[in-house]
């Protein structure tokens, strides 16, 4: 019987024939008998398998280097090395795949900045098996969370002619060659007949479903043109967007707060070992720090009263705080890790330093906008209240230059039925970064893009 490594290591009892197959870790030869270590990245640990230099396909052993891939057969049995219940004791092994000594991975621990100069094999290291395993949990828990509080999965265009939030940091998608887009910028002969992007996020478009299921997420990858030279920053990323009809600012900041602790809690619950290991190897305070959030309330303050906070802070910032501007990392990390000592949702920011889609308070000045931020990152999500009153979208949207008829559907939205509404928009990189403490977000996407970057 095939098992993984995973289902061989958690095994409740003896089994007198299985095949693991996998790539191989490490080789210990003794008189007589070989041990490899073999890992399939089903979990992060790898399996040892004790091989005698009798069985059927042992004489290939001297091949089975680090890198190499195999398949071994035999009975798992418990074994008496310490750190691990069961062993394979081999009948029989095949070499399937040789690795010659320019294997790039050895067993000594590679650093982030190697290991993404190989960003093709990567994935065999226990850091990255690790991330992504993790990763790919925590989409899971996303799916789950949602299909549980009755949310409809909506699966927002990539390539979009609008521009949520006008930041002018598109990425045009067209098929015309540089000449023919000087002559046509309106791109009337364009692939589209109009100029069209890649996203920068699925918000306008999720609002349409919201405005009629009511209560939808999308999970898609985004894309921004941004020159951000930070570790926080990708040009493409992926982003869950939840968007709820009669749902105001409140019910906003309360679902991402539940929606955030409960993906750590299921981290925590599911991802055990590879947690463990980012606890010893990358961030030593993380396991404490996840274990706090899942339990305690985040807390919350205005955009204003953060203000007064960091200028009584007696802190020298690059950026000296100022109301009306946006908060800066510095500010934030300010608040979530000194201020604070956890995760914050700010809310009621400036309306100038905000799109045009975020409602405007009665104050004149704010508009009901949140950002959680969290320790060791900051910003982790964005989101708002949207404008639901028709006169005062379009007076916004002339405010901020926007084409009233480009965005006629959008106002349609207000014109029929309207409803206070609500979302926000959560980085999974940055949320990913969060829950296993790696400092880099081209450590936590398999194939990162940044400026000047695109392998693969
Ligand atoms: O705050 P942002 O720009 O919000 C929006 O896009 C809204 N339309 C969302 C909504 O209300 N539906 O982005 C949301 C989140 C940020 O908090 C951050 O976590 C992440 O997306 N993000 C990035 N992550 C990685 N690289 C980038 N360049 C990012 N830009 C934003
Ligand atoms: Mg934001």
Redesign the pocket.
């Known amino acids: 019987m095939f098992l993984s490594v995973r289902a061989a290591l958690t095994s409740d009892s003896e089994q007198p024939d299985v095949t693991v197959r996998g790539w191989v870790r490490t080789r210990r030869d003794s008189k007589g008998f070989s041990f490899l270590a073999v890992n399939d990245g089903s979990c992060l640990a790898s399996i040892q398998t004790v091989i005698d230099h009798g069985v059927p396909g042992s004489e290939a052993l001297s091949k089975a280097t680090t890198g190499a891939s195999v398949e071994v057969t035999g009975k798992l049995v418990p074994s008496p090395g310490k750190g691990q219940a069961w062993e394979v004791a081999a009948t029989a092994m095949r070499l399937v795949g040789c690795a010659d000594d320019s294997y790039p991975l050895q067993k000594k621990g590679h650093t982030p900045e190697f290991l993404r100069s190989i960003a093709h094999l990567r994935p065999r290291s226990n850091l990255f098996g690790a991330v992504f395993r993790t990763r790919s949990r925590l989409a899971f828990a996303v799916h789950q969370f949602f299909n549980e509080h009755g949310f409809t999965y909506v699966h927002t265009p990539i390539v979009t002619a609008s521009d949520?939030?006008g930041?002018g940091e598109m990425f045009r998608v067209t098929t015309l060659d540089g000449a023919a887009l000087q002559e046509d910028p309106s791109g009337a002969t364009d692939f589209f007949g109009k100029p069209t992007f890649l996203t920068?996020?699925?918000?306008l478009e999720?609002e349409t479903f919201a405005c009629a299921l009511t209560n939808i997420y999308t999970f898609g990858p985004?894309f921004?043109a941004?020159n951000?030279h930070t570790t926080?920053?990708?040009?493409e990323?992926w982003?869950i967007?939840?968007?709820m009809a009669f749902c105001d600012l409140e019910g906003d900041m309360s679902l991402a707060e539940e929606m955030v602790k409960h993906l750590v809690a299921d981290a925590l619950e599911h991802c055990a070992d590879d947690l463990e290991f980012f606890g010893k190897f990358v961030d030593k305070g993380l396991l404490g720090r996840l274990r706090e959030v899942a339990e305690k309330p985040f807390q919350r303050v205005s955009y204003t009263e953060a203000v007064e906070i960091l200028k009584a802070s007696g802190k020298t910032f690059e950026y000296p705080p100022e109301w009306g501007a946006n908060l800066q990392t510095e500010h934030e990390r300010y608040l979530t890790e000194e201020h604070f000592g956890g995760p914050v949702t700010v809310h009621d920011y400036p309306k100038s330093a905000k799109?045009f889609y975020m409602r405007a308070n009665d104050d004149g000045r704010t508009v009901a906008a949140m950002?959680?931020l969290v320790p060791g990152i900051g910003?982790?999500?964005?989101?708002?209240q949207r404008e639901e009153r028709l006169e005062q979208l379009l007076a916004n949207m002339d405010a901020h230059g926007i084409d009233r008829d480009d965005y006629s559907w959008y106002a349609d939205l207000r014109r029929y039925g309207t409803v206070p509404h609500a979302?926000?928009?959560?980085?999974f990189?940055?949320?990913l970064m969060f829950i296993t403490g790696v400092a880099n977000?081209r450590d936590v996407i398999p194939f990162p893009r940044t400026p000047g970057n695109a392998e693969f």
């Open positions: 949520c939030e930041a920068v996020s699925g918000q999720g985004t921004r941004e951000s926080r920053h990708a040009a990323f982003m967007e939840p968007e799109p950002d959680l910003e982790i999500v964005g989101g708002s979302g926000f928009g959560l980085g990189e940055r949320l977000i």
